[in-house]
């Protein structure tokens, strides 16, 4: 994918060429770097018969905003802070276990995915999150948006920083004095 926009009339080949060398390094890097270098520590997980209260307790102490849900080692389901909201707004029990509410089976990525991969998979769940497992379907991290964009900013900072607010703002009059 390559975006062909020229800014300068006295040398638009030099712009042009730029920006399309910057697109397909974009391309490549995402599509070749792993989602473990954007995985975040190792996730908090808990039994199914955990209650909610006690699950919000360790959501808090340990500053996530999931907690993962497992049987006998293997992702079982996610718990989220979506889920907790959505809980409070109805005035439901917190001491049912979490299995009653959790999401169960969810999506996931393997420690092998690429990071085009996880955002292909995010923005078309609509996640802010997602579980990273191994083959044998144990939790090793988790995908969250802010890490794809410090990710995003860490590898292209020139694409990134030198953004203008409104890319294609064309101004109708003379700026200036």
């Known amino acids: 994918m390559t975006r062909t926009v020229t800014h300068s009339p006295q040398r638009p080949w030099r712009e042009q060429r ?18 473990e270098q954007i995985s975040s520590a190792q ?29 006998e080692g293997r992702l079982d389901g996610i718990f989220t802070e979506r889920d907790a909201l959505k809980l409070m707004a109805a005035g439901a029990d917190f001491d049912v276990p979490v299995e009653q509410v959790m999401t169960a089976h969810p999506e996931s990525l393997a420690d092998n995915d690429t990071v085009g991969a996880a955002i292909a998979k995010m923005s078309h769940g609509s996640y802010r999150r997602m579980p990273i497992v191994d083959a044998d379907g144990r939790p090793k991290g988790f995908v969250k948006v802010s890490g794809i964009l410090h990710f995003l900013v860490a590898h292209f900072p020139s694409i990134v920083y030198n953004l203008p607010p409104n890319p294609h703002h064309s101004t109708q009059s003379r700026e200036g004095a």
Request: proline content about 4%; glycine content about 4%.
């Open 18 to 35: 730029q920006i399309e060398v910057l697109a397909v390094d974009f391309q490549l890097n995402l599509g070749s770097e792993t989602v």
């Open 43 to 71: 996730p908090v997980c808990v039994e199914p018969d955990c209650s909610v209260r006690d699950v919000l307790h360790r959501m808090k102490a340990n500053r996530r905003g999931a907690v993962l849900i497992c049987r």
